[in-house]
């Protein structure tokens, strides 16, 4: 009984610690959040690319997620999310959707802009005239779809052919290639509606990105600022290029000096495996033998951090004559616990 109360409470102790870092995990990786929140509302135009769950962000730091997204009757969308309890929102705050990373993820972020100070009480939305969707990404690649189509693929490969066929002194002339340009400058001539398709998409595109200067204002200005922390790291960065590629020259090194210990490894491997193949059978029957050898160990350790044997027999094994073996009894018994049974 002493025994299995101490397996019992060790089980006990190892199923809790489980259950903790499980629970740990869950919350790290579903991004659950315990503290107190409230719940507001936002109302947009578009909400492409947003889904329940995703991220609410102030200046980049996350204080809250998206509850839910409904349709409203004159085909706005109002979108639920929850804010920790020290957030406060105002009847001039912002809410806009940005994208989180390169794949289409978005999140949802609240910005402070000009308005009443007056404080949102929970359940309270925020308006259109207040909100801005996502920059369609879409819209503006697929602006130059009719450009696309009007090129050629077969005509500019051959136009670039013949060009550096020409200026290596092979094939044809310049004046074949003067002939392939003017042959591609008709064709485009001849797609002349569909340039103005693209022109007419280009002005969508330009509008679209107009009403959305602010954020390339920003993207720019944020570029530069790159720019300069790069250069003002230059000579940091050019070490740490020469570190690179001298650690990649002791990789190299190290490799090279492994190669033969490696090659020898996959020999004794190569005549490991042969001797097993052609031993397969004691080798097959050790494994299926080697599971009750390890039970009854088991059983063995079952009374204590200990193990009991016993010697019935001691047999020395010599090489007699022509190699064969020889066994010389030494010791033994065949009474007891070594009695035959």
Known sequence: MAALRSAAWRLGLFLTVCAVGA??????????RFGPSKTYGAEFLNVSGLRDGDIVRIAGVEVGKVQSITVNRDSTVRVAFSADDTVVLTEGSRAEIRYDDLIGNRFLALLEGAGSTRRLDPGDTIPTDRTRPALDLDAVIGGFQPLFRALDPDQV????????????????????????????????????????????????????????????DKAVASLSELVGGLAARRSDLSTAVAHIDAGAGSFADLLSQARAPFQKVVRELDRTAGIAVADHEYLERFLDE????????????????FFSFYLCDAVLKLNGKGGQPVYIKVAGQATGRCAPR
Do not use: C, H, W
């Open 23 to 32: 629970f740990v995990l869950l919350s790290v990786f579903a991004q659950l």
């Open 157 to 216: 490969n051959e136009l670039t052919a013949q060009l550096i066929d020409a200026f290596q002194g092979q094939g044809p002339t310049i004046g074949s290639f003067l002939t392939q340009a003017a042959a591609l400058t008709n064709t485009l001539a001849d797609r002349d509606v569909l340039i103005g398709q693209t022109i007419d998409n280009l002005n969508v595109v330009l509008r679209s990105l107009g009403g959305q200067n602010e954020r390339f």
């Open 290 to 305: 080697l599971p009750d050898k390890y039970r009854a160990l088991n059983r063995q350790a079952m009374y204590g951090d």
